[in-house]
């Protein structure tokens, strides 16, 4: 499976989960966000392939999520067991 699918998938459920708790939807109606938020995806996705632009979307994705994962975690973690040692 390619990792832009997975990528995907993942966006699409995390805006469905946000909606279903936000709108109070019924299942009718988080089946109209999914096929909305994947034909929506399915656009954007092409264009992106089109204009030359998936690369450096997947570039910026590869590294903010090593940024969040590397320096962001263990910074909040740090400040977390400081704060905790204090008390």
Wanted: aromatic share 12%; charged share 15%.
């Amino acid at each position: 499976m390619e990792i832009e699918l997975i990528f995907g998938g993942v966006i699409v459920s995390l805006i469905v989960q946000f909606a279903k708790t936000k709108l109070n939807l019924n299942v009718a109606g988080v089946m109209v966000v999914v096929a909305i938020l994947s034909l929506v995806g399915g656009f954007a996705y092409k264009a992106m392939l089109a204009y030359g632009l998936w690369e450096a979307f997947i570039g910026v994705l590869t590294a903010s999520g090593a940024f969040y994962a590397f320096i962001l975690k263990n910074v909040k973690d740090l400040s977390e067991s400081s704060d905790r040692e204090t008390n």
